[in-house]
């Protein structure tokens, strides 16, 4: 392979080693919208989820060849994503780089904004599996074999993970908040 503009390991990405590059892209693609939704809902950001895809759609391009022929490429590609937005946010910079919430104009969005901050807060102090499993089954309306398959465990586990976090999010929504 090439190099493109001299950077070292654009060239795998760009240019398919056996010629495939249409078929991943068309099997990859109707996922795509999910993935960010997916991001989205792990990362509580758009512009970093869209950033999360992009690198989760870069390794699973570069790992294609490790899946087992026969798996099925959804819950693959989403514990991809899953995995690339768990090394977001254990990154050096997410607590820097942080953009500020939208301002509020009118009282009745006000309480709207304050419930969604209170939800996506609570959301970003769970676990990282049970925020997967809490995305995976109720922002992306996924079965909980679908949960599962892509969590990495059983459908019991899957279901055990997404009960539990919907009590740790209960527990938490129901406490005052300090700066309220």
């Not at 997916?38 to 869209?50: D, K, W």
């Not at 590609?77 to 997410?94: D, K, S």
């Not at 969005?109 to 939800?119: G, P």
Request: with cysteine; aromatic share 6%; net charge positive.
């Amino acid at each position: 392979m090439t190099s493109l503009s001299g950077r070292e390991g654009a060239a795998d990405v760009m240019t398919p080693p056996h010629g495939d590059a249409g078929e991943f892209e068309a099997e990859l693609g109707p996922l795509l919208a999910e993935a960010v939704r997916l991001a989205t809902g792990m990362l509580l950001n758009a512009v970093e989820a869209e950033d999360a895809v992009q690198d989760a759609c870069v390794r699973a391009w570069r790992s294609r060849a490790n899946r087992r022929p026969g798996t099925p490429l959804r819950p693959w590609f989403l514990g991809i994503v899953g995995n690339q937005c768990r090394e977001a946010r254990r990154g050096r910079w997410w607590q820097v780089l942080r953009v500020a919430e939208p301002s509020v104009s009118s009282p009745a969005k006000r309480d709207d904004l304050s419930a969604q901050s209170d939800l996506r807060d609570a959301l970003s102090r769970l676990p990282y599996r049970r925020r997967l499993a809490i995305v995976l089954r109720y922002y992306l309306d996924l079965s909980f074999a679908d949960v599962a398959a892509t969590a990495g465990c059983s459908v019991d586990a899957a279901k055990a993970l997404v009960r539990r976090g919907i009590a740790d999010l209960e527990r938490a929504l129901a406490t005052p908040r300090a700066d309220a």
